[in-house]
């Protein structure tokens, strides 16, 4: 596919955690995007961050993806839309458990509503090629020690997904949706990368843009960094009696970056397939994007407490709804068909973390500072 000046990639929840530091890669690999984010668990304040050191203006909507006619506004406003990447959405395992209908609407109705207009907008009516990269998730696996001897860890992409709860489930079932999409003999114009990826982490080293969730953090890392600031007593580690070196679930984590490169790649990918109109489908394929290494709870919480200088506090609590105990990546097809292959360790990941956090103890809410 030949990318024209005036082309745009269009990132969905672009002013999120992954999506912003996505923005920011592709701009500066030359592309030009559009950002699209409600705002429900995200900061305008990241956008404007990513214009900062992009040097670059970014067109902003403020939109929910399941606003119809918002979306048809935006395409008419910007008709040469030749990508999206969609990172729209929910994603807190534990939340999913206690608001799955939420889950269910914002994920599924959004993404279902995003595909249908863009499928029925007039690129893809003259049949220009659409290259849609979905944000998925390795929870689509489930717990993959129901199989025996370790035979699925790490875990490849032709392993049997079997999500464990509804966020998970949101993630399958969309990846169902794309694939069926792609597989109508009226949309062969559609390309579809499915990035299963594993645990992000880290933030960009000018600490200008990182990880800013709203309320409390449900994930390991960013609760990790306001314990260190102060603004929680201490972490809770969930479970320590996992069938692991130390008990604690053992999980991938990979740098934002690396992570954004990985979108990056896929989006590079997808725009090789030449267009053939005898052709009976469109493409669809999954890639996992990860470091091929875990790590468990304790092993990460002492890895940040090295990066900030002293031990930080947690105690052992209950286990999580919906946890299981190994999620670990094999990458080697996208190591091979992207030309993709993560950059940054752990330890990197976490020094990142806490320069962002001590350059934004309040989020961006910091942003006076800055």
């Known amino acids: 596919m030949t990318i024209t000046d005036d082309s745009y990639v269009l990132i969905t929840g672009g002013a999120g955690y992954i999506g912003s530091h996505t923005a920011l ?42 606003d119809t006619e918002g979306l048809k506004a935006m395409i008419e406003q910007y008709p040469n839309i030749s990508a999206i990447l969609h990172f729209a959405g929910l994603k807190a395992v534990g939340e999913s458990t206690q608001i799955p209908l939420d889950y269910y609407h ?16 007039k690129k893809a009516q003259n049949k220009s090629p659409i290259n849609f990269v979905f944000s998925s998730s390795a929870t689509v696996y489930g ?5 025996p001897n370790g035979v699925m860890i790490p875990i490849p992409e032709h ?86 070196r130390d008990g604690t ?47 468990t709870v304790i092993e990460m919480v002492d890895a940040f407490s090295a990066a900030v200088g002293r031990d930080l506090p947690y105690e052992i609590a209950p286990r999580r709804a919906g946890d299981v105990l190994d999620l670990t990546a094999k990458a080697d097809r996208a190591n091979e068909e992207l030309g993709w292959k993560t950059q940054f360790d752990v330890q990197k990941a976490c020094e990142d973390l806490w320069t962002w956090t001590k350059q934004n103890p309040q989020g961006y809410n910091d942003s006076e500072a800055n």
């Open 159 to 244: 392993c049997p997904t079997d999500p464990i709860n509804p966020y998970g489930r949101t993630k399958l079932f969309i990846e169902h949706l794309l694939r069926d999409h792609t597989q109508s003999p009226q949309n062969t114009n559609w390309n579809v990368a499915i990035l299963r990826y594993f645990n992000p982490i880290g933030a960009h080293p000018s600490g200008l843009i990182g990880e800013d969730p709203l309320g409390i953090p449900n994930n390991l890392l960013p609760y990790l960094a306001q314990v260190a600031t102060g603004r929680r007593e201490k972490l809770g580690v969930f479970g320590n009696d996992y069938a692991s």
């Open 25 to 66: 890669t592709l701009i500066e690999a030359g592309r030009k995007v559009i950002i699209l984010d409600s705002l429900v668990n995200s900061s305008v304040e990241a956008v404007r961050r990513v214009e900062k050191l992009s040097q670059t203006k970014i067109p902003f909507f403020n939109l929910d993806i399941r």
């Open 143 to 147: 717990d993959v020690t129901r199989f």
């Open 249 to 295: 679930p053992i999980r991938d984590y990979i740098h934002v970056l690396d992570l954004a490169r990985g979108h990056l790649a896929a989006l590079e990918r997808l725009e090789k397939i030449t267009p053939d109109t005898t052709a009976d489908t469109g493409f669809c394929r999954e890639w996992n994007l990860g470091t091929g290494e875990g790590s």
């Open 106 to 121: 914002a994920n599924l109705t959004g993404t279902i509503n995003l595909v249908d207009v863009f499928t029925k907008s």
